[in-house]
């Protein structure tokens, strides 16, 4: 069926071509069509004579306007040595067209055509479309590398480090655009959050000055916000963060994705109001109201997961340094049952006895959290 199609297709389009050439070769004929026209119509004036339709006088004239055209017709040259040469490019043009293009369609089918081929599903076609960041990465390096000046290349590959989930590499990016382009709020406050997540989640001096810095040239910033309000917390000036988190909240767009994020901070601080010291919990949340939670839950949804990842293998990475940590080694232990990795929260509590054998209250600590996840056995 897909060749008869093709077929009919080719023959429409030869016949497009051809039509213009073969119409011209009507010179000859309507050279004597016109003449047995001028002669028809002398002999329609005789008749209209004897039918006494014309007169004379006036029959006379008309003869001779029609004779006079007869003989102008009749004396038109034959086509000569240019028109012969014509005839035969035409001839060709014709051949061309009726063989070349059948041929030369039916091989550039067969060659891109593929009728074989199967569609491509919506899945793959997405899949094949979206950018491979293990290989863009490279070129944008190697191009930055031969043009240390490059602000707009910087610019790019920054937010590709961060969603990698290499945030030194970001910030440093980060810091190098805005050297070479000049201060903007919005890379300002991008550059705060990728020295947060390099810090585990910890607002750093460093991090709290970019978003300072961030706010004073744009103060509705809400990414900047968010953070200053995070480190405000995380200094224990709770009631102060409490206010830059309502404030944040009432600012906040209609389906913002860090509103969530928000409201978990006011009603962890509103409950520790009332309650007392105790650990405020976000809401909805198995992790307490840290900054570094506020951090992840900033993110976008896609980008949470690696984030989690990244902080907790920095922070397993750090207590191999310094095990003497019972806080860290109880956040491990807890972060890997949360991903749902036990066999590395079991390994991590094995590590964690190990580094503290010497602290009975850490221990029992850990004894008491391994019996909460069901890690013993």
Known sequence: MVWIVFALMTAAVVLCL????????SFARGRSVDVAFYRSQLGEVDDDIARGLVKASEADATRAEIARRLLLSDKRPEPSGPDVGFRKRRLVAVVASVVLVPVLAIGLYVRVGRPEQPDMPIASRAAASSFDLAAIIP???ARLAADPNDGR???LIAPIYFKMGRYDDAARAYAAALRILGENAERRAALGQALVMAADGVVTAEARAAFDKALSDDPTLPQARFFVAAATEQDGNRADALILWRKLA?????GAPWLAAVQGHIAGLETAAVAGPATPMARNSEVPATPAGAVIAALPADQQQAAIRSMVDGLAARLVQNGRDPEGWLRLVRAYSVLGDANKARESLTEARKALSENSAARTKLDNLAHQLGLEG
């Open 139 to 141: 070129k944008i390096e």
């Open 153 to 155: 290349g910087f610019s």
């Open 250 to 254: 009432a600012d906040a767009p209609p």
């Open 18 to 25: 051809v039509w213009p050439l073969a119409r011209t070769a």
